[in-house]
T-cell receptor
């Protein structure tokens, strides 16, 4: 079965540079989530999109922005990178929840490991 | 605000032993969803189970079983006859009803199966 695709898998950037992470959800999934996982930590929610609109926002720095496109893929743009941005960035996708069906499970991509030097 | 607590930071057991991973949650919602994810050394997050707050029936899937008790706000995970391939970090997570589906994770339990 098709899974969530993330690219690139590894990225090395210097401080103050920019980075763009891409996410391609599972076919028919219309909701995308971004999470950040620091070393030895649990994943922290950054932002989510449904039908190209931002649906929720977590602890995402103002230096970061994201969007979802008409084909449902999403991009996370990170500017003025700092050493503390070094982390594993996960994208997850799911079907959109409804009042009757409730909340669906999220399937995660393999992650993009960002190293800022 | 929602919160998930996994008090066991690290557990080591010998292969073929049974092991239970604890998860305690807090939420003010009456409708919520609980999840378990596995993160092996390769780093990906693998979905294991989803349980809604209205379904307290225990679930078994092969060597895995889950015990959901609303009275104690717990959603524990048991691996029977553990195997080396079960070595991973296991995360318990919580989300609220649709419209607020973001996952709040616990800090994870690192499980090591000793051959």
């Amino acid at each position: 079965a098709a899974g969530v695709i993330q690219s690139p898998r590894h990225l090395i950037k210097e401080k103050r540079e920019t980075a763009t992470l891409k996410c391609y959800p599972i076919p028919r999934h219309d909701t995308v989530y971004w999470y950040q996982q620091g070393p030895g930590q649990d994943p922290q929610f950054l932002i989510s999109f449904y039908e190209k609109m931002q649906s929720d926002k977590g602890s995402i720095p103002d230096r970061f922005s994201a969007q979802q496109f008409s084909d449902y893929h999403s991009e996370l743009n990170m500017s003025s990178l700092e050493l503390g941005d070094s982390a594993l960035y996960f994208c997850a996708s799911s079907l959109h929840g409804t009042a009757t069906a409730g909340t669906y499970e999220q399937y995660f991509g393999p992650g993009t490991r960002l190293t800022v030097t | 605000a929602q919160k998930v607590t996994q008090a066991q930071t690290e557990i080591s057991v010998v292969e073929k032993e049974d092991v239970t991973l604890d998860c305690v949650y807090e939420t003010r919602d009456t409708t919520y969803y609980l999840f378990w994810y596995k993160q092996p050394p390769s780093g990906e997050l693998v979905f294991l189970i989803r349980r809604n707050s209205f379904d307290e029936q225990n679930e078994i899937s092969g060597r895995y079983s889950w015990n959901f008790q609303k009275s104690t706000s717990s959603f524990n995970f048991t691996i029977t006859a553990s195997q080396v391939v079960d070595s991973a970090v296991y995360f318990c997570a919580l989300s609220e009803n649709f419209g607020n589906e973001k996952l709040t994770f616990g800090t994870g339990t690192r499980l090591t199966i000793i051959p």
